[in-house]
C-alpha cells in the first residue's frame, strides 16, 4: 500500500510538474495589447493638418515670384499682374488660419496690399515709393514672424 501511495504521489507531482527535472508546460504570458498612441499634431498646424510655416512660405514663395514677374513688366502692361497679385492675396485671406499663425498671415497680407498699392500708383503714374518701402518694413516683420513659428 505504501508503494501504492508512493506511486501515486510521484505522478501527482510529475502531472503537476513540480519535480525537480521533470518536464513542465511552459508559461506562457499574456502578450499586453498595444495602446495606439495618438498621432503627434505638428505645432502650429491647419485644420488639414499641414504647418502654418509651409503653407505661408508657399504663398509668400508665389507671391515672390508674382512680383518678379510684375516688376519686369512695362507699365501698360501692369494690369493683368496686379489682378494676380491680387488673386494670390485672396487665396491667403480666404484660408481659415490658426491662432497661432494669425499674425504672420496679418503681415503678409498688410505686406501684400502695400505691393499691390505700390503698383497701382505706379500703373496711375503717382509716386509707389512710400507703398514699398511700408512693403519693405513689414516684410522684415512677417520674416521674424515667421522665423517664431518655424520652432
Do not use: Y
Amino acid at each position: 500500500m505504501s508503494r501504492w501511495l508512493a506511486t501515486l504521489a510521484i505522478l501527482l507531482l510529475v502531472g503537476c510538474g513540480t519535480i525537480a527535472g521533470a518536464p513542465s508546460e511552459p508559461t506562457v504570458a499574456p502578450t499586453p495589447t498595444a495602446v495606439p498612441s495618438p498621432t503627434p499634431v505638428p505645432p502650429c498646424s491647419t485644420r488639414d493638418g499641414r504647418r502654418v510655416f509651409d503653407a505661408l512660405n508657399a504663398h509668400a514663395r508665389e507671391w515672390d515670384d508674382a512680383i518678379k514677374l510684375a516688376n519686369s513688366t512695362p507699365r501698360m502692361q501692369l494690369a493683368p499682374q496686379i489682378q494676380n497679385l491680387q488673386r494670390i492675396r485672396r487665396d491667403v485671406q480666404a484660408q481659415e488660419w490658426p491662432a497661432c499663425g494669425q499674425a504672420a498671415q496679418g503681415l503678409l497680407v498688410a505686406l501684400m496690399d502695400a505691393q499691390i498699392e505700390g503698383f497701382i500708383a505706379f500703373l496711375a503714374q503717382r509716386p509707389p515709393e512710400e507703398h514699398f518701402a511700408r512693403a519693405k518694413a513689414l516684410g522684415e516683420q512677417f520674416g521674424a514672424e515667421m522665423g517664431r513659428i518655424a520652432r
